[in-house]
Every structure is written in C-alpha cells, then in structure tokens.
C-alpha cells in the first residue's frame, strides 16, 4: 500500500465573537490572549507528532480556526519556524492562514506574508451589511473588500474569499451580488456554499428565517454558472479556482491523504507502513489542551478505521469532487479492491449516480445532486 501525501492542519481556536451559525471547535477570546504559550504548546504537541509522518515531506500546511489572525505575525512566524525545525517541507509548499477580513488584522497582512504564509483565506460570507449582521459577523462589507485589496498589496498572489448563500432574508439578487463583487476583486479562488443551520449551534437552537429551498437551489445554480462564466472552474462542490488556483491542502483531504492535526480540537488521519489507518483527536477546550500537554501529550482519542470506514469515508471526500479520481487511487488509499464494492457500484451506475469511464471514478451531476443518496449504497448496515 503506497503511503498517502501528508499534510499538516494547525488549530487555533479563539474568536472575538461565536458566530451563531458556527459549529466548529471555537471559543471567545478573553482579555488577554498568551498567543506565546499557545505556541509553545503547538510545537511540544508537534514533536509528539512527528514521528508519525515517517520522513515525509509536508504537501501543505494549514492554519484554521477560529479566527488565526487574531494571533501577531511574530507568532505566526515564530509558529512556522519550529515547524520547519521538525518537520521536512517538500519545496515552496501552500501555507494557508484563515483570516477575518477586520481593520486591525487587515493591518498585519504584510507581516503575515514575510511570516511565510503565501495563500490567505479571507471568511468574507457577505458583501451586504445587513446580511453580516444577520451572521453575528463583525466586519462591514467596505472592509471585506478593502481586505482583499489590502491582502494583495501585501504581496498575496493566492487569495480565497468564503461566501455562504441562503441567509436569512437574503434576495436572489442579493447572493449574485455577493458572488460579482467577489469576482471583481479578482482573488484567484472562491469558496460558495449554502448555510445550513447545525447542532450544537445558536442558530438550530432559535432557527432564523430562511429563503425557500427553491430560491437556495436557484442562488446555487445560478451562481455556479455565474462563477464558471467569469473563468472559474468548479473543482469540488463548494470550491471555484480560476487555472492554477486549488488548493492543494484541501485536495488532499478530499482524494483521502494523510494529515496530521495539531491545537485544541484538531484531528488527524494517518497511514501506518503495516497499512492501518487510524484517526486522531486532541483535547477540544483550549485550557484542557494546555493543561494535558504540560502532562505530556493532548491526545483525546484515536480509532483505526475498518475496511467498510474507508470505503464510505474515501467515497464522502472523493465524490464530492466533480472530476473524480482516478480508479485505482481507490486501492492505493484504501486497501480495497473495487471489485469488493462491486454490488453498489453496479447500483450507483444503474442509477445514473457513479460514472467509471476513462478510468476515472466520480459522481454524475445527478449524483453531485443527490450525494447522500449515492453515500448510501456504499454504507455498510449496521
């Protein structure tokens, strides 16, 4: 089993504020931020980590939170350091850092760049002030777009802008908006996906008002088309890259490599050289994660996954991707022959849901449609 390409996710999980539509690991930031210790943290939670990459290269790097901007550029830098220190980086590799398109961390951009990040993602979600209200966001739409500006006279040549449609109140013409004004800034890609209201989340709990389905699918296909004919090509459901623009970091995820996961609530999936897979979690609550490194480690969990888990994982990532992947990267990943799922390949393509030509395997645009319907033919009852 030939060994998955490897990259490295770093969690920093603090925000100024919770979005109320936000269910990832995120806290409110209080008085004082000791962005030094958490870095410390990172690293001793890293050089436990390390030997699990087995000398290989990092394809990517990835800093997500949370709001990752909130920490200086001196800590990112310093962050990035001990992180070369550890680990082998294959070339000039994609270091991306998620950012809050605010004034003050639009100040520190340039600082971000000579740190040794080289793509920004900037979490725009509107270009409507009354919709980023609506979102608990805490930008005006002026500075979003004065943010991506700002990112580019930084020296950011690779920029994403995240923009989410079907908000509460918000018009068909409001979400091309959104998407024009995303296109005219001219960043290399664009994130486009519908909010969906999740547990654990203020919003599930006291649901707002929502556009109808019909006008969410109608924003949806009317904006795919509008991205496509502005030159961007749709590479994963929710994912647009004018040529050359894809992030490789996420590809790696969705063509089921390997990563390692490093900060309060990160996970991690990795492949061992005797073919096991396993996942790994760390400790969620940022004081918890602290306090068990200084213990000596803050690992929280970890699960090998089964023959049937890697089918339905590789098929959840890889599917969403509308030009597929090749048949056999399915073996490699997984250690699976294809002729074990034959059954519900048979069905999916009887259905009009799986294609297999030239090689390739992938979703039909009936099958992108109706995803969890094709997912579901290579679940395993339990």
């Not at 088309?225 to 459901?237: P, S, W």
């Not at 492949?271 to 929280?300: F, V």
Request: charged share 20%; hydrophobic share 40%; glycine share 8%.
């Amino acid at each position: 089993m030939k060994r998955p390409p490897l990259s490295l996710y770093i969690h920093i999980p603090w925000c100024v504020r919770k979005c109320p539509y936000c269910d990832f690991n995120s806290h409110t930031v209080g008085d004082a931020l000791d962005e030094s210790a958490y870095v410390d943290a990172l690293l001793a939670d890293l050089a436990l980590e390390a030997s699990l990459s087995l000398d290989r290269p990092l394809q990517s790097i990835f800093i997500g939170g949370g709001t990752p901007s909130l920490f200086t550029p001196a800590a990112i830098g310093q962050l990035l350091t001990g992180v070369r220190k550890q680990l082998v980086l294959d070339g000039v590799i994609e270091i991306t850092m998620e950012a809050n398109p605010g004034t003050l961390e639009a100040a520190h951009f340039t600082g971000y760049r000579d740190a040794g990040v080289n793509r920004l993602s900037l979490g725009v979600q509107s270009f409507h002030d009354e919709s980023l209200q609506a979102l608990g966001r805490i930008h005006t739409a002026g500075e979003a777009q004065r943010a991506a500006e700002r990112a580019k006279a930084a020296g950011f040549e690779r920029i994403n802008l995240d923009l989410m449609f079907g908000l509460p109140m918000q018009t068909h013409e409001m979400a091309m908006a959104d998407l024009q004004t995303a296109i005219d800034l001219a960043t290399e890609h664009l994130s486009y996906y519908q909010l969906t209201l999740e547990p654990n989340t203020l919003f599930y709990q006291q649901p707002p008002k929502l556009p109808m389905d019909d006008l969410i699918w109608e924003m949806q296909q009317a904006g795919q088309n509008l991205l496509v004919n502005a030159g961007f090509e749709q590479y994963e459901i929710s994912a647009f890259a004018r040529p050359g623009g894809r992030c490789q970091h996420n590809l790696n995820y969705w063509r089921f490599g390997d990563y390692l996961g490093i900060g309060a609530g990160a996970h991690g999936k990795l492949t061992g050289t005797d073919g096991k897979i396993e996942r790994r979690w760390k400790q969620r609550h940022p004081a918890s994660y602290l306090s068990s490194l200084s213990l000596g480690g803050a690992l929280l969990g970890s699960r090998e996954l089964q023959p049937e888990d890697r089918v339905i994982e590789f098929m959840m990532n890889v599917l969403r991707l509308p030009m597929g992947v090749e048949r056999s990267l399915f073996q490699q990943m997984t250690d699976v022959s294809l002729n074990e799922i034959s059954e519900a390949l048979s069905e999916a393509r009887r259905l009009g849901l799986l294609s297999l030509d030239n090689g390739r395997l992938c979703a039909t645009p009936l099958g992108l449609k109706f995803l969890n319907d094709l997912l579901g033919l290579f679940r395993v009852n339990d």
